[in-house]
Every structure is written in C-alpha cells, then in structure tokens.
C-alpha cells in the first residue's frame, strides 16, 4: 500500500465474482463480465462510468449479492474489456450494443432485471431505450449521475461562469492526454474536487483514485470524446419504463440540473433523488442510499419475475 494511503474497508474491496465469462458485443468488442448472487434471484445489472471500472460497484455487489443476481461489466477499454479497435469504438451505439449483448448474454429469455447506470453507465442505458434487449429484460431503471445532454455546457469542474472560455477548458480537462501517473496526494485532492462532495471521506477519495488511475489513458481520452454535442433526447423519451433518478447537488461534472432534466423528460419517473452534499461519484459517496433505491426497485417492478423460471 502507498504510503499515507488509507486502508480500505470490506464494503470497498472488490469480492471474488460467483462466474466470470467474456461477452462479445455486435462489432466483436470483448467484454469481461461478472455475475453474482443465486441463480433464482431477482436480478440487478451495473454499467459503470467514465474511466471505472467493475471495481467501482463493490459496495453495491456486497450489499446485494446476497438476495439477487447481480451482473457488471467492465465498459469497453475499462478494467478488463479490451480498448476499441478504431475511433468507431468510441460512440453511444457502441455503448448501447455492449449493454445488449450483456443482457443477452446473462438474462434468460423474459427474465426482467433493474438495469443500473452510473454517469457514462447511465448514457449507456438512454443510449440503448427502446433497444429488443432492453425492451425485453429492463424491468425497471436507476440513473445515477448522468445527463442527457450539454454535458459540457454544464460542467463546472472550471470555477468560471458559463460561457465559451468555460466550455473550452472543460473540454481540454476532460480530454487531456496527460498520463495520469501514480494516484499521491495531489491527484487525490484534484480528483476530490472535481468529482466529489464535501461529505467524502478519505477512503472514498482513496476508492476512487485507485480506480480512475487504473483506466488506460487511451480509453479515458477516446471515450472523453463522446460528450461533446452528445445529445440523447430523444431517447430518454423512449425509455418507457419506470426509472429512478439519483443526482449530487455537489456534482461539478454532471451537475444535479441535468438530472432533474432527465426526470422531467422520461414517460415513467419513478422518483428524482437529491443528495445533498454528494459529488458525482454517488455508488461510493453514498452507497447505503444507492443500494436503497436498487432495492426498492426490484421489491416493486422485479420481484418473483426476476427468479430464472421466469
């Protein structure tokens, strides 16, 4: 362990997954999958964000390995999914094919599922609304910390007003080429605030430098490129079923206006979410809530359903 780094409880260590097997999206992307949990239980599937990894959902996989099946992904060129053989590769159709092939790949025919999604997670899964796979197995969603649209005209990850210098800077932030090096206490700091809250203990921030350090800078600068003129309107509104919303009124890098867009625009909102104090990264900066709502989820549109007889 780094010297000065805090040590990491249980609830934050990645468990040993019950099955691994490899999925292989439309265009021949491998992507390494995990299932956990028994086979009979409701399942829940988890899409991480931006430069993550399968690694950010522990929390979540320890909280409800027990009483579901619960399925996550690395994202193509995160964790273990190898990197997109061309700039193709970097796109929301790519994201929302990976999401298909994984639902059909871990989901029996007509079993239903609460399909989770954490920032890009979350633009996997409006990317992929009205899609045969989801249609067919999403019984109901959560959306944590994403937006649909003006990814970049919102961020406040610069401490400018909004306008074009701002815009400009934010793009060149988030598409830097810069290696990101060994996580120290600076790279700490950094990360702290500009993606988390006030609230975030220093083994959250310790969770999530490890983690975003880990991304392959290929990955993290091809993929920084879908959120300019990203713009999934029209999508939200074809994601008819019920789905949750949870945002961070702390949030710099999807402030909580884009995801009171998102409940205003989907058919079915099945509640918006404020945390207080929260920054984006809300699976690890309040996990207990995040593990609430996915429960109340699948309690209320799964249930019996999600057992593998279905």
Same mark, same amino acid.
């Given at each position: 362990?780094?010297?000065?780094?805090?040590?990491?409880?249980?609830?934050?260590?990645?468990?040993?997954?019950?099955?691994?097997?490899?999925?292989?999206?439309?265009?021949?992307?491998?992507?390494?999958?995990?299932?956990?949990?028994?086979?009979?239980?409701?399942?829940?599937?988890?899409?991480?964000?931006?430069?993550?990894?399968?690694?950010?959902?522990?929390?979540?996989?320890?909280?409800?390995?027990? %009483?579901?099946?619960?399925?996550? &992904?690395?994202?193509?060129?995160?964790?273990?999914?190898?990197?997109?053989?061309?700039?193709?590769? &970097?796109?929301?159709?790519?994201?929302? /094919? /990976?999401?298909?092939?994984?639902?059909?790949?871990?989901?029996?025919?007509?079993?239903?599922?609460?399909?989770?999604?954490?920032?890009?997670?979350?633009?996997?899964?409006? #990317?992929?609304?009205?899609?045969?796979?989801?249609?067919?197995?999403?019984?109901?969603?959560?959306?944590?910390?994403?937006?649909? @649209?003006?990814?970049?005209? @919102?961020?406040?990850? *610069?401490?400018?007003? #909004?306008?074009?210098?701002?815009?400009?800077?934010?793009?060149?932030?988030?598409?830097?080429?810069?290696?990101? %090096?060994?996580?120290?206490?600076?790279?700490?700091?950094?990360?702290? &605030?500009?993606?988390? $809250?006030?609230?975030?203990?220093?083994?959250?921030?310790?969770?999530?430098?490890? *983690?975003?350090?880990?991304?392959?800078?290929? #990955?993290?600068?091809?993929?920084?490129?879908?959120?300019?003129?990203?713009?999934?309107? @029209?999508?939200?509104?074809?994601?008819?079923?019920?789905?949750?919303?949870?945002?961070?009124?702390?949030?710099?890098?999807?402030?909580?206006?884009? $995801?009171?867009?998102?409940?205003?625009?989907?058919? /079915?909102?099945?509640?918006?979410?404020?945390?207080?104090? *929260?920054?984006?990264?809300?699976?690890?900066?309040?996990?207990?809530?995040?593990?609430?709502?996915?429960? @109340?989820?699948?309690?209320? &549109?799964?249930?019996?359903?999600?057992?593998?007889?279905?």
């Amino acid at each position: 362990m780094r010297r000065g780094a805090p040590a990491l409880s249980g609830r934050y260590i990645p468990p040993v997954a019950d099955r691994t097997l490899t999925v292989v999206s439309a265009d021949g992307a491998r992507l390494h999958t995990e299932v956990y949990g028994p086979q009979d239980a409701p399942a829940v599937v988890l899409s991480h964000g931006w430069t993550c990894s399968t690694a950010f959902w522990a929390a979540q996989v320890r909280d409800l390995a027990a %009483g579901h099946r619960v399925i996550v &992904y690395d994202q193509r060129g995160h964790g273990r999914s190898p990197l997109p053989a061309d700039t193709g590769g &970097y796109s929301a159709r790519a994201l929302a /094919d /990976d999401l298909e092939a994984v639902l059909d790949a871990t989901l029996e025919p007509g079993r239903r599922a609460v399909v989770v999604g954490h920032s890009m997670g979350g633009m996997t899964i409006m #990317a992929a609304a009205g899609r045969p796979a989801v249609r067919e197995h999403a019984a109901a969603v959560l959306l944590c910390s994403t937006g649909h @649209e003006r990814l970049v005209a @919102e961020a406040r990850v *610069i401490p400018l007003r #909004a306008g074009r210098l701002r815009d400009r800077l934010t793009r060149a932030v988030l598409a830097s080429r810069a290696p990101l %090096g060994p996580v120290t206490p600076l790279s700490r700091r950094l990360l702290r &605030y500009g993606t988390m $809250g006030r609230g975030a203990t220093p083994e959250m921030v310790d969770v999530c430098a490890r *983690i975003v350090h880990a991304c392959p800078r290929r #990955a993290r600068c091809g993929w920084a490129g879908l959120f300019e003129g990203l713009d999934l309107t @029209e999508r939200v509104r074809a994601l008819d079923v019920p789905t949750a919303v949870v945002v961070g009124r702390s949030d710099r890098l999807t402030p909580a206006v884009l $995801g009171r867009g998102i409940a205003a625009c989907v058919p /079915d909102c099945a509640g918006l979410t404020e945390l207080p104090g *929260i920054g984006h990264m809300t699976p690890i900066e309040a996990p207990d809530e995040i593990t609430r709502r996915i429960r @109340e989820l699948s309690a209320e &549109y799964v249930g019996a359903e999600g057992a593998a007889s279905a």
